[in-house]
T-cell receptor, first 117, second 118 residues
């Protein structure tokens, strides 16, 4: 069965510094990987995804993520953090190859990012 | 803009009351919707997969008689928490993919419903 691990409950970073939110996955075959962000009392917003191709994926709000097959990781990164980036971040996996839309994403436990001014 | 709408966003009610939460796909038809529950400071727990015109598929440990799901149209799924008790207080979120999209496409989420049972 597929699973996702986010080893850090909390990440603190100073504004302007680079940030990394870690994610590792376990899935048979080639995975589809996603990052979402959640602000307080809101649903999840899609940031980016990796399906195939270039290992570095760019997404919304200046975020990017690097797929590393050998390390089974998909860490979320941003070169310069903003206070407004403070939120809860979720990594998710979906089994590949192409499956029906009835297959729900499997989420990690989430990592709370705090960007300090 | 938002593609999945959830209503209400916040509800407070007395113990023993049944509460209905609506999830609508705004500009597409969704034959499948997903219902999640989120506890404070915790991840999303998939409760069930809602299928238009047929019975929902519940995850292990989720009481189907407690959490009634009805997907009567291609744009609306409802979750009814029956005879709600304080332990049912939580944040409930629905989600859907656009039609024709497989598991390589993102799910779109509603803004969630905060349920508080007194």
């Amino acid at each position: 069965a597929q699973s996702v691990a986010q080893p850090e409950d909390q990440v603190n970073v100073a504004e302007g510094n680079p940030l990394t939110v870690k994610c590792t996955y376990s899935v048979s075959g080639n995975p589809y990987l996603f990052w979402y962000v959640q602000y307080p009392n809101r649903g999840l917003q899609f940031l980016l995804k990796y399906i195939t191709g270039d290992n570095l994926v760019k997404g919304s709000y200046g975020f990017e993520a690097e797929f590393n097959k050998s390390q089974t990781s998909f860490h979320l990164k941003k070169p310069s953090a903003l206070v407004s980036d403070s939120a809860l971040y979720f990594c998710a996996v979906s089994p590949g190859p192409f499956n029906s839309g009835n297959t729900p994403l499997v989420f990690g436990k989430g990592t709370r990012l705090s960007v300090i001014a | 803009g938002a593609v999945v709408s959830q209503h209400p966003s916040w509800v407070i009610c007395k113990s023993g009351t049944s509460v209905k939460i609506e999830c609508r796909s705004l500009d597409f038809q969704a034959t499948t919707m997903f219902w999640y529950r989120q506890f404070p400071k915790q991840s999303l727990m998939l409760m069930a997969t809602s299928n238009e015109g047929s019975k929902a598929t519940y995850e292990q440990g989720v009481e189907k008689d407690k959490f009634l799901i009805n997907h009567a149209s291609l744009t609306l799924s409802t979750l009814t928490v029956t005879s709600a008790h304080p332990e049912d207080s939580s944040f409930y979120i629905c989600s859907a993919r656009k039609p024709g999209q497989g598991s390589n496409q993102p799910q779109h989420f509603g803004d969630g419903t905060r349920l508080s049972i007194l």
